[in-house]
């Protein structure tokens, strides 16, 4: 990292996110509803306190959280004391980047436990590409200084870390099981699912699951209801050997699912 970590920096201008989108997928017909779309996709917007010192990674992330999901709010900071000090702000969640730059461990654990004294009622995730992230020392340290989620970029891609924002919005707790149970990881690594264990239905399902939609804009844009989705979700839960929907797209990194 170039720049200290404490140094007061500005928020990010807006005209760096991607411009929104509207719009239905062509392949998909929505059922009738008296929502139109812009509305129901109202129920899906996450605002995100997003801290990052490396300029490059900031506008990466942006740009392709943007481009899955469009009706994400965010608001980019360079430093965690620049949005320490940012004011009128209220985020659904606050996901802070660390990289590995050499900055030691009791520092980053110090930094997510200044921002949770300071937005006691905002889940902190914590995004890292150290090394250090894929050990579970590092993981349960994070989650004991009062991280709601500790996701290593070395083995997540993107939708895995928009899902996980949003089960940590919903009230969850986001960390990689297969590395924190390393009896089971093995097994987990290994287990592959063949496509036609999924249904055509299924895989559609999944397909929004791992873009970080809400059952509702999935309900929407698959033209079902919203109770189908649901047990759809069970199903495929069920299928992968996860426990939540967050789990389940975590896995499916590892398992092609197309249609």
Known sequence: MSRDD????????PELLAEPTTGMPSHLTPVSSDRSPAEVAGFDRIRIALIDAVQFS???LIRAFNAIHPDLLITPF????????????????ILYCTHDDGLSEQRT???VADLREKFASTPVVVLSDSKAA???RSIRNALK?????FIPTLNTQVPAVLAALRFVKEGGTFAPLDLLLPGKAGHAADKTLPTDELTARQKAVMLHLKQGKANKIIAYELGM?????KVHIRNIMRKMGATNRTQAVYKSQMIPVSY
């Open 6 to 13: 404490t140094s007061a920096a500005q928020p990010r201008s």
């Open 58 to 60: 900031q506008d990466c």
């Open 78 to 93: 360079d430093s965690v004391s620049a949005c320490l000090q940012a004011d009128r702000m209220d985020p659904d969640v």
């Open 109 to 111: 654990l110090q930094c």
């Open 134 to 136: 894929l050990q579970p």
């Open 145 to 149: 200084c009062g991280a709601r989620g």
């Open 225 to 229: 209801t919203e109770s189908t989705v």
